[in-house]
């Protein structure tokens, strides 16, 4: 057995206890968020706000303004949170921000951003955010958590930024299907969030493992309960009731874009005044505390909001105006806040949007005398046709939405909705470092592993040598011509003498899985030199294997 052999199952004997550390730290994360989330809700938002838990650490705030005096602490409290986090992320020195950051350090392959002193720094800082009363959500700050928790596993046992990528994927997946209790979707979400379109197989492979050991460590502290509670949806097909649901599909469509324009333009308006990062927070939240006065629902998680969408009770008894203004305010108070200093996350805020547009439809359904069916389904129709479209990730959408809410098995009319509204919204995203689509088939081919490219091409042109050497002259020429650059040099020169990248120090598996656009463009362009002289690598034709 040669060394490569015996070294490859200890390879991947390090890879998969990458994995599972990974796994432990991003529940253990979970666990540590919520825990600080719970704790500082009822101490300083319970405070100012009579809060009404309802298990799960969700909570419903009031829903009519509030009217005594204690209300108007309310700004100087949320202005007061964001600021204590501005303050914090400053102490957790350089690190990615959010979601966006940690699929930009993925696909980007630089993971120096994501530390321990960062992970830390957004704890903190999403507690003092979201329990004052900013508006958030928790999948984003659990996610950087579990991802550089995971990078620092991945340093630790000198992954390659290939494999540490895959681990950090498969964490974050792990954080967000604890904490959400949703071991599907997470699994999902590993695969789909890194591409607006397409899985990424590799990395729900290595989140398969994670995301349950993750959840389970969660349960162990918190026990399992869905998040929402339990759902009931009704009869999973009605014709009807299918209908009315794929136009609720249409409407959160819509709802999606305004979300992703309110949130992409308030960041681009708001870029100037954070040179004056304390004074721009302490002002926005200020005035989201003022907000927060007259409409109470929009502060904090606003998690609460779908619990209460469960019950057709409670849908059919609130405040017609309040169901209108809820997703439209909760819209422009998480953009205010996570472009202000807030931390958090989008992907939160979607669901309740989400849900909350879901169960206006099932109301306007009603008042007009239709019979509409559960409104249970509505909303979670809406939450899995909004966060869907908004984040590309529809399967993890349909599965978070349903695990969330204790179902089994999703209506016909949600698949529908989420099919619709993810067909109308493809050029749009919230996190903008995902990558446009997966790589062709024929660059991923090559399993070539831990073979430098250089070592490659200069095997392949030994061997090719005699031939080559009888017609270059005229090939070279008509390269020229072709290219219309008189000092092109031969085609088997180094790649940086011709402005394209040099490859020479790049694994291929490295290299064939990257996300990096000029990578792919740099190895296409050396292939297409290559066969021009009459060099092809096996596995890169038509039908290679």
């Known amino acids: 057995m040669s060394g490569a052999d015996r070294s490859r199952p200890r390879r991947w ?62 700004p100087l409290l949320v202005a007061g949170g964001m600021v204590t986090a501005v303050l914090l992320s400053r102490l957790g020195g350089p690190q990615v921000n959010g979601t966006d950051g940690v699929i930009n350090a993925v696909n980007g392959r630089d993971l120096s951003g ?6 830390l720094s957004k704890l903190g800082g999403t507690a003092v955010t979201l329990g004052s009363g900013g508006s958030g959500g928790t999948e984003g700050p659990v996610a950087q958590v579990s991802a550089s928790l995971s990078a620092a596993v991945g340093r630790r046992l000198r992954l390659t930024p290939g494999e540490s990528g895959l681990v950090v994927v498969a964490a974050l997946g792990a954080g967000v299907g604890a904490l959400f209790q949703a071991p599907i979707g ?40 869905p998040m929402f509670g339990v759902a009931d949806f009704g009869a999973l097909w009605d014709p009807g009731s299918t209908a009315l649901l794929a136009a609720v599909g249409l409407v959160c469509a819509l709802v999606a874009r305004l979300y992703v324009w309110t949130f992409h333009t308030v960041g681009r308006l708001t870029a100037p005044m954070r040179r004056w990062p304390v004074v721009t927070a302490a002002v926005a939240g200020a ?23 469960l019950s057709q009770v409670a849908v059919a008894a609130l405040p017609l105006w309040l169901l209108v203004a809820l997703p439209l305010v909760k819209i422009a108070a998480t953009s205010v806040t996570l472009h202000t200093g807030g931390v958090g996350g989008v992907f939160g805020p979607a669901m309740v949007i989400g849900a909350t547009t879901g169960a206006l439809c099932w109301r306007l359904a009603f008042e007009a005398g239709l ?14 046709a909004c966060l869907g479209p908004a984040v590309r990730t529809p399967l993890a959408a349909i599965a978070l939405a349903l695990e969330s809410s204790g179902g089994a098995l999703p209506p016909v009319g949600l698949v529908v909705a989420v099919a619709i509204a993810a067909a ?22 090559l399993r070539v592993s831990e073979w430098r490219i250089s070592a490659i ?11 080559v050497s009888a017609t270059i002259g005229g090939i070279r020429s008509r390269y020229r011509a072709r290219s219309g650059s008189p000092g092109g040099g031969c085609a088997m020169e180094p790649e940086s003498a011709r402005g394209v990248p040099d490859l020479a120090d790049l694994p291929l598996d490295e ?26 690598f096996a596995g890169h034709n038509a039908g290679g294997a």
Not at 114 to 119: H, P
Not at 299 to 304: E, F, P, R, S
Not at 511 to 531: N, W
């Open 457 to 467: 091409l200069k095997a392949v042109a030994s061997r090719k040598r005699a031939r």
């Open 424 to 445: 109308c919204t493809r050029d749009i995203t919230l996190f903008r470092s995902q990558a446009e689509r997966q790589f062709p088939r024929r660059y991923r081919q």
């Open 13 to 74: 004997g390090v890879r998969w206890s990458a994995v599972l550390l990974a796994a432990v730290a991003a529940g253990l994360g979970a666990v540590a968020l919520r825990a600080l989330l719970d704790v500082t809700t009822h101490g300083l938002l319970g405070s100012v706000l009579p809060l009404e838990p309802i298990g799960a650490g969700l909570w419903y705030a009031p829903v009519e303004p509030l009217r005594d005096r204690g209300a108007w602490l309310l």
């Open 371 to 384: 019979q509409p069916g559960s409104a249970a389904a509505f909303t979670i129709t809406g939450m899995a």
């Open 511 to 536: 290299l064939l899985s990257a996300h990096r656009p000029e990578v792919v463009q740099a190895y296409r362009t050396a292939l297409h030199r290559r066969a021009s002289v009459g060099i092809i």
């Open 114 to 119: 994501l530390t321990v002193r960062g992970a």
């Open 186 to 225: 997470g699994v999902l979400l590993a695969g789909e969030l890194l591409r607006r379109r397409g899985i990424d197989w590799a990395a729900m492979i290595f989140a398969l493992p994670a995301v349950p050991i993750a959840f389970w460590i969660f349960v162990a502290v918190y026990g399992y309960r």
């Open 287 to 309: 005035a989201l505390g003022t907000v927060g006065i007259f409409l109470p629902m929009t502060l904090g998680t606003g998690y609460g909001i779908v619990s209460m969408g």
